[in-house]
């Protein structure tokens, strides 16, 4: 038997969530199965083809909802979760007799799928609390201060920036494997995980200037447009350390398939943030949480993101 798991790429939660469903379901209902893992990233094309629900049972997990009729299990926390009202509305006629499961008030898809694991089946996992426990923290944005979310000194920390920079899906799908069975700090020490971060990090700490450089605060709002710079997966707190007087934050950025707009707020600004930031990018195609989100646009309309940019800059300016 197979079991096609599609999960939100190069995200501590999204990995956190494939791991925890894949452990839950293994044990619970698909003893003996083959577990194969597709990382989903958000783009300007169509998310979903037919081809991407190739096997016996197939999931959806931390990511955006799909009508496909092969479509078996389907876990999300966020507003944004449906591409169209169309897609909405095939959720509303098929999630009473389907295992469809959707609350934009969890933290994290992780904390979700443990809940649902155990109060609907009767499923649990002690020894996955501390993955759990980070990836609420981590897709919460529950720390103290932008310094400890920019200082990387856990773990989850240190294996947040690998899952989030590393180039292509094959690594953070065997830290998938591995999250089902081993405690963060034994993942960290794994060789190819550790191979991999230490050129990150050293990235990690060039990005902390490249953003301080580029990045203007004004009116409450930061502005830096880094898709010049070789700088895919950077870490979302820096400005908020860089500006801790901002309450807003507009960015553009390259990465290898796509351009994006990222639109977040700073969780401790003096200001605290007001605007439910889901209704501004959902206006243009984006998604995320009512704090943090983002707009995908195709590789080579930078011209176009800039402009868009600009417009929500004026907004949150205002």
């Not at 990045?215 to 400005?239: M, Q, S, T, W």
């Not at 930031?277 to 995320?288: D, K, N, P, S, V």
């Amino acid at each position: 038997m197979r079991i096609r798991v599609l999960y939100h790429d190069h995200c501590f939660d999204g990995a956190a969530s494939a791991a925890f469903f894949s452990r839950f379901t293994r044990e619970r209902f698909y003893n003996g199965a083959e577990y194969l893992y597709t990382g989903m990233a958000h783009k300007a094309s169509q998310l979903f083809e037919d081809a991407l629900f190739d096997s016996d049972e197939n999931a959806i997990v931390d990511f955006k909802y799909s009508s496909n009729d092969r479509l078996s299990w389907w876990f999300d926390h966020h507003q944004s979760a449906f591409l169209s009202p169309e897609d909405a509305a095939d959720y509303e006629r098929k999630k009473h007799g389907r295992r469809y499961y959707f609350d934009p008030d969890y933290r994290s898809c992780t904390e979700f799928i443990r809940h649902i694991a155990r109060t609907r089946y009767g499923y649990e996992a002690p020894d996955l609390d501390e993955l759990v426990h980070w990836a609420g923290i981590i897709d919460g944005a529950v720390y103290e201060s932008a310094e400890e979310a920019v200082a990387m000194r856990a773990p989850a920390m240190k294996l947040t920036l690998v899952i989030e920079a590393v180039k292509g899906s094959e690594l953070v799908q065997k830290i998938i494997r591995l999250m089902q069975r081993q405690r963060l700090e034994e993942i960290l020490a794994n060789p190819e995980v550790a191979h991999e971060f230490a050129p990150l990090y050293e990235r990690h700490l060039r990005s902390i200037e490249v953003i301080r450089r580029e990045g203007d605060c004004r009116d409450g709002v930061i502005f830096f447009d880094v898709a010049d710079h070789e700088l895919e997966g950077y870490n979302k707190f820096i400005p908020y350390s860089l500006f801790p007087e901002a309450t807003y934050s507009v960015s553009v950025s390259l990465a290898s398939f796509r351009t994006k707009i990222s639109v977040g707020s700073n969780p401790w600004a003096p200001k605290p943030p007001v605007k439910n930031l889901a209704t501004i990018y959902e206006r243009y195609g984006g998604g995320g949480h009512p704090r943090v989100g983002a707009i995908s646009f195709e590789r080579d309309q930078v011209a176009e993101a800039r402009k868009v940019a600009q417009e929500i800059l004026a907004e949150l300016r205002s």
